[in-house]
């Protein structure tokens, strides 16, 4: 059931706070990964939901818009929100692509992929209390690719649970990518592992704890979690998600509420 990675999720973090349509494309080459530390950058930080129907800040397409007759506009994306009960859910909706019944699929698979949070057949949404943001990474006539942070409160819940996931959609072909699209599990679990791997803006402190619990599991545990990373690779909501940008691979593992219930960590290509 996909509420089964946040019943997970709860559990580890109770533990914690009593002790203290896919496609594939050419990958990055990441045959020097366990050699290569990652640069430090500034983590995305979450934002409280908006009232309007839509929210400001649309991404567009990176290709020049031509005024000239006939010219195509700029593909965009505008944030529509899903409300239900106590649930609130941002998500993209894209226009402005060559074939409206193929801008109607992909928009239709968006939608399904930020709400499928709460569409296990187990979530009550008028008792749990679910506020999530969505951030567009980037857009252009190829793939889109988003964000959502937020939290997560079941009834009767001691607190909240911090969520993190991820969609980048192949526009085209109206297909999830996701992380054995630009990467390779095994190897990222390896990385994960490793003295190099860096965390996606955590302080000192966070630093070290999550370095220190990282290592608790083992390279099997990684690799199996990132062959399951994103949407379209389990019948479950999905424990980690990933996504590139700008030759930067993002992803998330879940670790403990004491240490922010997921972290996200970055690998920086030598291509970049």
Known sequence: MKKAAFILLLALSCTAALSGCKSKHEKIDLSTIHTTAAPESTRETMAEPTIETEAPGTKESNSTSESSSGAKAAVKADISKYTSGKVVIEYPVVSNLDDPEKEKAVNELLKSNAISLVKDGETDEAATTVNVKCKIISINRKRLTATYTGSYTAENAAYPVNVFYTNTV???????LG?????????????VLSNDCTF??????????????????DIDYYTNLFNKADFGNSDTFPESFSYENQGVVYFSIPVPHALGDYAVIKFTTESK
């Open 200 to 217: 996606y803006n955590v302080n000192a402190e966070l630093e070290k704890s999550l370095m220190e619990y990282k290592n608790t599991q």
């Open 170 to 176: 192949d526009l085209a072909k109206c297909d999830n």
């Open 179 to 191: 992380f054995n699209d630009y990467s390779d599990a095994y190897t990222m679990a390896g990385y």
